[in-house]
């Protein structure tokens, strides 16, 4: 919407991850996941690649811009390849049942509401936690951290078989649509939590994609105001980081560097080590 602005052609809900297990959300996609997109008669339409495809389709067929799918059938195979990998091995448990998360999960999904954590900032975990029975333990995350660790090179090794500064190469297309927003978690969260010196170590090539993205100037100007709008994805990235940075977010994250703190100062009485930090 932000690339295409068509943002006031839209009217944007954020939901909960408890909120998803409510019966007004399960009457639309008894799935209960996120993205979703209602369409004017009603029509719902889910998973992130199909709703980008649908509008990115019908985008085109109304103004016809030059379209964010590659017409090379090799660089278009590299944009589903890297989308795949992203929805399938990142962003999604592949299992819709209470206690099944995400790989990426590992850097924001609560500890068990049994971690000591500062006087007021357990209480909405833990009630959110007692409805959606999503909490993550050490072993867990650990593992999850290190299968994160290498997507992230799969990923890098894919996007600099092009020549360009995106995904794709050249063009911008619905790769970078699709992987810059989880990429937004991964720079904030993984220097912030788990104490990364880089999140791209492993990933030169996604990190001089994220920064590129980044940097974009603004999107254009207003001709009777003369303001300009932000880059579409400076706009995103503001809005998770600050939205990771308070609030909810913020007190799960803090439980989460609780527990590993906990667990630092632990396993020097026992032979249990987890790895949290990379490379």
């Known amino acids: 919407m932000y690339v295409r602005g068509q943002e006031e052609n839209f009217k944007i809900i954020r939901v909960t991850h408890a909120q998803q297990r409510e019966d007004n959300f399960l009457s639309r996609f008894p799935l209960g996941k996120i993205p979703l997109l209602e369409l004017p008669d009603g029509e719902i339409v889910v998973e992130s690649q199909v709703i980008l495809s649908f509008l990115e389709e019908s985008h085109r067929c109304t103004v016809g811009e030059t379209s964010l799918i ?3 059938p090799r660089v278009r195979m590299r944009m589903n390849l890297m989308i795949k990998i992203h ?3 990142l962003s999604s448990p592949s299992c819709t ?3 099944f998360t995400h790989t990426q999960g590992c850097m924001y999904v609560p500890p068990p509401a049994c971690v000591s954590v500062e006087a007021g900032s357990e209480a909405e975990s833990v009630k959110s936690m007692a409805k959606t029975g999503r909490v993550m333990g050490l072993e867990e995350r650990a593992l999850k951290l290190k299968d994160l660790d290498l997507q992230l090179s799969v990923l890098d090794e894919i996007a600099s078989r ?5 995904l794709c190469g050249e063009q911008l297309s619905l790769a970078d649509l699709t992987l810059f927003p989880t990429f937004c978690y991964i720079n904030f969260l993984l220097p912030r939590v788990f104490d990364w010196p880089d999140p791209f170590y492993r990933s030169p090539f996604l990190g001089r994609w994220f920064r590129f993205l980044s940097s974009l100037g603004p999107q254009s100007e207003t001709e009777s105001e003369g303001k300009s709008s932000p880059s579409p994805f400076l706009r995103v990235r503001e809005e998770l980081e600050t939205e990771l940075g308070k609030g909810q977010k913020k007190r799960d994250c803090d439980m989460i560097r609780a527990a590993l703190s906990r667990q630092k100062h632990e396993s020097g009485q026992t032979e249990q080590t987890l790895k949290w930090v990379y490379p």
Request: glycine share 22%; charged share 20%; proline share 14%.
């Open 87 to 89: 929805d399938q091995y």
């Open 70 to 72: 590659p017409d090379s």
């Open 97 to 99: 049942q209470v206690g």
């Open 162 to 166: 092009g020549e360009g500064p995106y």
